[in-house]
T-cell receptor, first 112, second 112 residues
């Protein structure tokens, strides 16, 4: 049972444009959400997080939006840069545990 | 501040053997979690430790075990290795509660 879903396995975006990565979840107990970026054979690197009491959080070029009623979050990267090319994972944490449930990832390719 | 350190980085073992992986968390972080990443399954939660106690366990067989020491360092052990245990094993540490989990570089285990 995949509680966190990233339905797009890959995304290709031109440099300078906006990249939008999507994530859906099914468990209403999730109250903290994170996005990680990962290169092959390395550990995930934290990008940005959001608590369920908010609907938006910004950090530089990265913005995460949370729509609790739709159980949907998205990561916006603007402007996209070639160095953003990586696999992006969303993760969710239930309120009573530190466990993270990960989506299957979206591979982002930013081309010149 | 040093990041999460995992040793060894690479390991090759034979079916039936056992293996121990080590994780040193960021100084001050008391929560340590372990994840398995395989190409088809993404990142799967193994277990989480806090103050030397296992707080959560994922859906893995009993061959997978772990422990945490008083200095917060953690080890995970896999006994009677199977080919399907070949994966990248990732350790993450966090202060506790709903804080960001920081990952190590991982240990790439290959079972032959």
């Amino acid at each position: 049972d995949q509680q966190v879903k990233q339905n797009s396995p890959s995304l290709s975006v031109q440099e300078g444009r906006i990249s939008i990565l999507n994530c859906d979840y099914t468990n209403s107990m999730f109250d903290y959400f994170l996005w990680y970026k990962k290169y092959p054979a390395e550990g995930p690197t934290f990008l940005i997080s959001i608590s369920s009491i908010k609907d938006k959080n910004e950090d530089g070029r990265f913005t995460v939006f949370l729509n609790k009623s739709a159980k949907h979050l998205s990561l916006h990267i603007v402007p996209s840069q070639p160095g953003d090319s990586a696999v992006y994972f969303c993760a969710a944490s239930p309120g009573n545990t530190d466990k993270l449930i990960f989506g299957t990832g979206t591979r982002l390719q930013v081309f010149p | 501040k040093a990041g999460v350190t995992q040793t060894p980085r690479y390991l090759i073992k034979t079916r039936g053997q056992q293996v121990t992986l080590s994780c040193s968390p960021i100084s001050g972080h008391r929560s340590v979690s372990w994840y398995q990443q395989t190409p088809g399954q993404g990142l799967q939660f193994l277990f989480e430790y806090f103050s030397e106690t296992q707080r959560n366990k994922g859906n893995f067989p009993g061959r997978f075990s772990g422990r945490q020491f008083s200095n917060s360092r953690s080890e995970m052990n896999v006994s009677t290795l199977e080919l399907g245990d070949s994966a990248l094993y990732l350790c993450a540490s966090r202060i506790t509660g709903h804080s960001v989990a920081f990952f190590g570089q991982g240990t790439r285990l290959t079972v032959v």
